[in-house]
T-cell receptor, first 114, second 114 residues
Framework: DVKVTQSSRYLVKRTGEKVFLECVQD?????MFWYRQDPGLGLRLIYF???????EKGDIPEGYSVSREKKERFSLILESASTNQTSMYLC?????????????FGQGTRLTVV | GESVGLHLPTLSVQEGDNSIINCAYS??????FIWYKQESGKGPQFIID?????DKRQGQRVTVLLNKTVKHLSLQIAATQPGDSAVYFC?????????????FGKGTLLTVNP
């Protein structure tokens, strides 16, 4: 079974802090994605990556950056956390060659910025 | 702006009835359309996909219909069961060379009444 693991289920950070959300997948997938999920807004794509050190902006990249130094790990960085970044963050991975439409999601990290 | 959207945010059906969840899209350049199911406290899970050059695809108890003329996608669930209660998202994939952008709509909450 594909496993996508996010480092924390719940996180509370202060405004202005630098926040790292970590995601690891164990299926050697090339594609990885970061979304945030807010009530009534669905899942919005922040950043995605199709290879090590490669990244593409999604629909709402402002205030975020990402890092993909190893294939299995995709990190989301909030350079200076703000209260409007309080949200559920979901990481996903997929294999573009055998199943690009089937993304596997982690359990999510609920981030609260106070 | 968001390309993939939904007509109704909530749908309530009786157990045993058929459910139809609708989705409108605006981008004709999508390669695939996909349906995901998200149960409470979990990440979204893949249900079924349809390539953009098809108009119908069937799975186990589910059928996806794609009408490119009116840019409309639907998910039909036969004999809906209480375990089908969840939020359903339509999603699309647009490929650009080696990368694949997976974007989601806002979601429909399906409630199955016993």
């Amino acid at each position: 079974d594909v496993k996508v693991t996010q480092s924390s289920r719940y996180l509370v950070k202060r405004t202005g802090e630098k926040v790292f959300l970590e995601c690891v997948q164990d299926m050697d997938h090339e594609n990885m994605f970061w979304y945030r999920q807010d009530p009534g807004l669905g899942l919005r794509l922040i950043y995605f990556s199709y290879d090590v050190k490669m990244k593409e902006k999604g629909d709402i990249p402002e205030g975020y950056s990402v890092s993909r130094e190893k294939k299995e790990r995709f990190s989301l960085i909030l350079e200076s956390a703000s209260t409007n970044q309080t949200s559920m963050y979901l990481c996903a991975s997929s294999d573009p060659w055998t199943g690009m439409t089937e993304a596997f999601f982690g359990q999510g990290t609920r981030l609260t910025v106070v | 702006g968001e390309s993939v959207g939904l007509h109704l945010p909530t749908l309530s059906v009786q157990e045993g009835d058929n459910s139809i969840i609708n989705c409108a899209y605006s981008n004709s350049a999508s390669d695939y359309f996909i349906w995901y199911k998200q149960e409470s406290g979990k990440g979204p899970q893949f249900i079924i996909d349809i390539r953009s050059n098809m108009d119908k695809r069937q799975g186990q108890r589910v059928t996806v219909l794609l009408n490119k003329t009116v840019k409309h996608l639907s998910l039909q669930i036969a004999a809906t069961q209480p375990g089908d209660s969840a939020v359903y998202f339509c999603a699309e994939i647009r490929s650009g060379g080696s990368n694949y952008k997976l974007t989601f709509g806002k979601g429909t909450l399906l409630t199955v009444n016993p």
